[in-house]
């Protein structure tokens, strides 16, 4: 818990960002609370504070990340290069990956704040549960052989990830709940819908 008090309470920009993102997802879950009566159950509650818990994750890693800054992150992907699953991987990082590291960097950033952003709120959880797959499995790959890094741990990462895209939880008490209830009942609509959200 102290963990988290520090982290909330941080005196930077990214704590009042991650504030506003955190009063936005109350503001569609009490909006989705009170026009749906079906919201209103344990399961969505759960997978309400679930999903931010998860966001908030993705968020406090990301901000170790943040440009033009990238002395923790190169380490990392150093890391990838010495310890990858294959030698494909670990080529690429050390060939491709870490001399763009203006790049990629900012790519990294950028993708791993969507999928908080994602999650927090509630908004196209499929595609940011996708997108976290995604990071989850290259780190999976990239650093399973690390000394003192446990290979499950990502796999997890990966496993939650894909239960998320086949039940998104931004449905429960966020807003694709309320996108659903607005547009779902259009059968091109909620086709579109389902690829997102």
Not at 78 to 93: E, F, I, W
Not at 95 to 104: R, S, Y
Not at 159 to 172: F, H, I, K
């Amino acid at each position: 818990m102290s963990d988290a008090l520090s982290f909330l309470t941080t005196e930077w920009w990214s704590t009042a960002v991650f504030w506003l993102l955190l009063v936005g997802s109350a503001a569609a879950a009490v909006l989705a609370w009170r026009t749906d009566p079906t919201q209103r159950s344990i399961r969505h509650i759960g997978n309400c504070l679930l999903r931010i818990v998860i966001g908030a994750m993705w968020w406090q890693q990301s901000l170790w990340k943040i440009p033009p800054d990238y002395s923790v992150l190169i380490p990392w992907m150093q890391q990838m290069v010495d310890h990858a699953s294959t030698l494909l991987q670990s080529g690429l990082m050390r060939d491709f990956v870490l001399p763009n590291i203006a790049v990629f960097g900012p790519l990294v950033y950028a993708i791993e704040v969507a999928i908080a952003a994602s999650l927090i709120l509630g908004l196209l959880t499929r595609l940011g549960s996708v997108l976290g797959a995604l990071m989850a499995i290259n780190l999976w790959l990239g650093l399973y052989s690390t000394p003192g890094e446990w290979p499950w741990t990502y796999m997890f990462l990966v496993v939650l990830e894909l239960l998320y895209l086949l039940d998104p939880p931004g449905r429960s008490l966020g807003v694709d709940g309320l996108a659903w209830r607005r547009w779902g009942a259009s059968r091109w609509r909620s086709a579109a819908l389902s690829l997102v959200a």
